[in-house]
């Protein structure tokens, strides 16, 4: 194998990045309810909702956008803003246009998720550059992609159906979903990892970003000849996860052994895509052991590969034994793997394990995944710290495999769909990631609430419900929620109410009342002490200022009563020898 010079391709600055993304509920992406277009439709509204002004913007301006016709986008509307299978209504439009049909564009604003409900981030710019089936494909391979689900094509054309003819409401065939990815790989929002994943099925990476923000910036290690062909990639359908030209096995690990284990004489054929061993090519094969075939006079075996090849001895088998302990014949014996200088300087943190790693195949894997995530924008300082980081955290007598190790713990990115995202952190601003931390929050607030229904307590406070199945918190919650509406008070009905001037009394202001404001009793008594003989007031003394009585032997120190010489104590003692 030879490596790749490492290159770096300059982005232009004058040209904006858009990096806007909206949050789409999955069920527009898996229910068969909507059509491509209502979750293009959709995108484009709710990115243009949150601007200040919302979205004023009309239908022919949407389709501009999109790069779909009118008729489509009010499609997509209408479909968007009747209810669901679920009675869920996903678009509100509120029209301005006058009787006369005058008027401006209506304002349309989206519903409020919910914090429970499954949703993927899709880039505004992803709706401007695909058609609405390859957004779809693109959002089914970002939510994958976000949920750790190894994606396979058939899977894949599962999620996209067909809308109309006679067909509808069915998936289409594997060979146009696999044409579908190609388109959107075509215009790089998605990057395609052939033979990559689990079991040898291919790898689908979504990204956030446009395509004009991404420039690739380091080469890994290839093959030193080609590998076949890789112009065709879509796989027919009923033929699994394999593609039908040029791409091999369909194993993730590299095996030099492909024939019969019970034939110990065998040679293991050419592979697929592998240059075959020929003698007389000394880059490729020991000379040595090609005269050494030569010289052979029997056991021999006519292989696959053409070639006729003696059994091995066991002096040959020690001398081209793997150094890995692996298998004791290789099917490639030329160069070896070189990595390219920038590659291995990202990898410095970690060269203690990479020297460890046996198998050139894991070691290729290495390099590619870090090549892979220098051209997908990744700055090499981000990868350089990222591996200082983890290795730090862990004991070296810990890692038992090394390869594995940095492809499965050490490169991988830990965070949220947010490109800038590392492991709960923004890189760029090192302040903590609202959207990690409001996921943290969810499952916490959903692990604290299972705990709670499983010990048969209230999910919400914690606390032993009552006999009516609700605790008294929520009770007190309900109350304040919706509290009693207070009665107004009632005004009595008849003639008005009043006070007595004399003695306080409530009294009906009726009759001679309304003339001298008293009660019946305090007018009557008035009435009385008027008939009666008592000191005009010219008898009081002048200047008289304290009452006339006496407590005992002592004289009365309080204020007399207004037209009367004693207060008001003395003045009830009268009145209740009077009435005695």
Known sequence: MSAVAASAVAVDNSTPVRRQRVRVPMRLVSSAA??????????????????????????????????????????????????????????????????????????????????????????VAAAEDLTPRQLRAFALIAFAQARGIALTEAELAAGLLHHSGQKAGQPISVTAASAVVDAVEAARWVTVQRRAGAQGRNRYIAHDIAPEARAPVAGVAEAAV???????????VGEGSGSPVGEGSLANEESPRTDSPDDGRAFSPP?????????????????????????????????AGGNRQPSPSKSETEKRSSRGGGSAWSSYNGPQLAMSPHI??????????????????????????????????????????????????VMVSEIRDPGRWLLGVALPRWGCGHQDCEAGVLWSTGKDCEVCAEIIQDKAAAHRRAQRIEQGL?????????PAGRCADCVLDGAIRNPAPVPAPREPEGPPRG??????????????????????????????????????????????????????????????????????????????????
């Not at 909702?49 to 509307?77: F, H, N, W």
Request: hydrophobic residues 40%; proline residues 7%.
């Open 499 to 580: 006070s007595c001037g004399d003695c306080g009394a409530r009294i009906i202001v009726v009759g001679r009342a309304l003339e001298d404001g008293l009660c019946k009793l305090c007018r009557e008594e008035a009435a009385a002490l008027g008939a009666a003989v008592v000191p005009t007031p010219a008898a009081v003394p002048a200047g008289r200022e304290t009452c006339a009585g006496r407590d005992g032997g002592v004289p009365c120190g309080r204020k007399p009563l207004p037209s009367r010489s004693v207060c008001g104590v003395h003045r009830a003692q009268e009145l209740a020898g009077e009435v005695a």
């Open 458 to 466: 209230c999910p919400e406070h914690g606390t032993r419900p009552g």
């Open 271 to 303: 592979a697929v895509g592998e240059v075959p061993v020929v003698e007389g090519v000394g880059a490729v094969e020991n000379p040595a052991d090609a005269a050494a075939r030569t010289e052979a006079d029997g056991g021999l075996a006519l292989r």
């Open 34 to 123: 909507y059509a491509d277009v209502a979750l293009s439709v959709y995108v484009k509204v709710k990115a243009l909702g949150l601007r200040p002004e919302g979205c004023q913007a009309k239908s022919s301006t949407i389709a501009s956008y999109l790069g779909v016709s009118v008729a489509s986008v009010e499609r997509g509307m209408t479909q968007l803003c009747r209810p669901g299978p679920d009675g869920v209504v996903e678009l509100f439009s509120d029209r301005r246009t006058l009787p006369g049909g005058t008027g401006t564009s209506a304002v349309r604003t989206v519903r409020a998720m919910t914090r429970t409900e499954a949703f993927v981030w899709l880039p």
């Open 344 to 393: 291995y300087a990202v990898l410095e943190p970690v060269h203690l394990l990479l020297e460890r790693v046996t198998n050139d195949f894991v070691v290729r894997q290495i390099a590619r995944e870090v090549g892979r995530q220098l051209r997908e924008g990744t700055d090499a300082e981000r990868l350089h710290h990222r591996l200082t980081a983890r290795f730090a955290k």
């Open 226 to 236: 080609p590998s076949g062909s890789q112009e065709s990639v879509s796989s027919p």
